[in-house]
């Protein structure tokens, strides 16, 4: 974590007067003016997760030149799992904006310069130009192709900033047009809804932003189309042929979003763990008989298999656990069902936490709103990295079995796959028809054996069978 600190910026005050007896009795003063040095600070790459390395700048919310408060949004940042709101700790003007929009940095390293005067500014924008001026954790930003076909809305977080000594030096106020001003009007946009105008030859100035201090945000450009297809006519230019998003460039090399690159870490960092896996069939005739019966209150699929999950781990503790260390492991204290969803860009894992605790309904509610935040990249850190147990669920794709990489830190990850009707023979010596589903689990074999998943397994089912304790 970055601190904000003073460096030895010193204030001396006129000398306090030194009297000198003189012959004549009379005494003078004498003054010793030393001079007062500004403070310009640096706006570093904050860390907005515990395994962020490295932020992609969304957009910059205010312009080099324009003066900021504390408290105010001055960038936003995309890190690993969402994009947020990034604040300023100090009063002053953004001096000097070191990496664009659509770069990306290494955190710690400045993207950014502060100054706490007006007549700092181009002091500040003279540091920007050397390199020697600039902090050594700054690693060269990298250009990353915006891919990502959703709203960029925002979540807060806060700036790390630094001071660094500088003399006063009078200079003209430098000022500077921001990526995203059209016709010297400012208009603060998401990339891909910058992406979108271009590609249906709209002019952003005639749309009115929803997003965070107006900014515009894709669905408002969608919006904006909408409008005037309707209207047929109005302040915003639409072609007669709407044109449509381009397309992938077959051929093209791509590099990962921030996202990507942390799923491809994380999928990395899971081969070294030694996993085992074991399969289960389970007749859902009556958990599907439930769920049409309760669906019509906002009871969800996932949320139903969520709480027998939890329920099933409640009693099987060793499958909720953890090793991290690879000497020990921990029976974690809460059953937090953390729940795969793919969004645009990448896949991020909403958690349900204590699953076991809160009724079917209100985790119903839980999840539809975390899906929403995931959607719109506003998921906190601790809604999204703190799943002791994860499912992944593709059967709403017709898949019927599939194998679950494990997570790090975590015991164990369960696919389930679709409902479907099978024959099956009956204990009396029929042949009857039901719907099953296969579900596999894989699991951490320095923690969990090949009995634990199987007790867990026939827990598990036996609620899905006999679901009446999952509306209790």
Excluded at 194 to 219: E, H, Q, T
Excluded at 241 to 260: D, H, I, Y
Excluded at 355 to 384: F, G, M, T
Aim: glycine share 8%.
């Amino acid at each position: 974590m970055s601190y904000c600190h003073l460096l030895h910026t010193s204030f001396i005050p006129t000398a306090l007067p030194s009297l000198h007896g003189s012959s004549g009795g009379d005494a003078h003063l004498t003054r010793t003016i030393l001079p007062i040095q500004s403070k310009i600070r640096e706006i570093f790459m904050p860390a907005l997760s515990s395994t962020m390395t490295e932020g992609k700048i969304i957009s910059w919310v205010k312009s080099e030149g324009e003066k900021l408060a504390k408290g105010e949004s001055v960038v936003v940042v995309e890190s690993d799992k969402a994009d947020m709101d990034v604040e300023s700790f100090y009063d002053g003007y953004l001096a000097a904006i070191i990496v664009d929009e659509g770069l990306s940095a290494a955190v710690g390293s400045t993207i950014a310069l502060l100054a706490e005067s007006e007549e700092e500014i181009a002091l500040a924008q003279s540091q920007k130009s050397s390199s020697s001026a600039l902090a050594p954790a700054e690693t060269e930003a990298l250009k990353v192709l915006d891919e990502m076909p959703s709203p960029q809305t925002t979540t807060s977080a806060s700036v790390f900033a630094s001071v660094t000594n500088a003399a006063v030096n009078s200079g003209a106020l430098a000022t500077a047009v921001h990526p995203a001003s059209e016709g010297g009007k400012r208009v603060v946009a998401s990339p891909y809804a910058k992406k979108l105008a271009k590609d249906f030859g709209m002019d952003l100035r005639g749309v009115i932003g929803s997003g965070p201090n107006g900014r515009v945000v894709a669905k408002d450009v969608e919006a904006a189309v909408a409008a005037a297809k309707v209207s047929g006519s109005g302040a915003t230019a639409v072609p007669t042929e709407t044109a449509k998003p381009k397309g992938v460039e077959l051929g093209s090399v791509v590099p990962f979003t921030t996202m990507q690159g942390a799923v491809s870490r994380n999928m990395v960092e899971s081969l070294a763990v030694p996993t085992f896996r074991v399969g289960y069939t389970i007749t859902t005739d009556a958990l599907d008989a439930l769920y049409k019966k309760i669906k019509l209150k906002g009871v969800t699929m996932t949320a139903l298999l969520a709480k027998a999950t939890a329920l099933a781990l409640l009693k099987h503790p060793v499958v909720n656990s953890s090793c991290r260390d690879g000497k020990s492991f921990t029976y974690n204290s809460h059953i937090n069902i953390a729940v795969a969803v793919a969004i645009d860009g990448g896949l991020i894992t909403p958690v349900l936490q204590d699953a076991d605790k809160i009724d079917l309904y209100s985790l119903s509610r839980k999840w539809k709103e975390l899906v929403d935040k995931a959607r719109a990249k506003q998921l906190q850190p601790n809604e999204y990295s703190t799943g002791t147990f994860t499912l992944s669920n593709l059967g709403m794709f017709g898949v019927d079995r599939f194998d679950a990489i494990l997570p790090p830190g975590t015991g164990a990850i369960m696919a389930v796959g679709a409902s479907q009707p099978t024959l099956v023979g009956t204990k009396d010596g029929r042949i009857g028809l039901k719907n099953q589903m296969q579900v596999n689990v894989t699991a951490d074999h320095r923690v969990i054996y090949g009995a634990d998943l199987a007790a867990f397994l026939q827990t598990l089912a036996k609620i899905i069978e006999d679901p009446k304790d999952l509306t209790l």
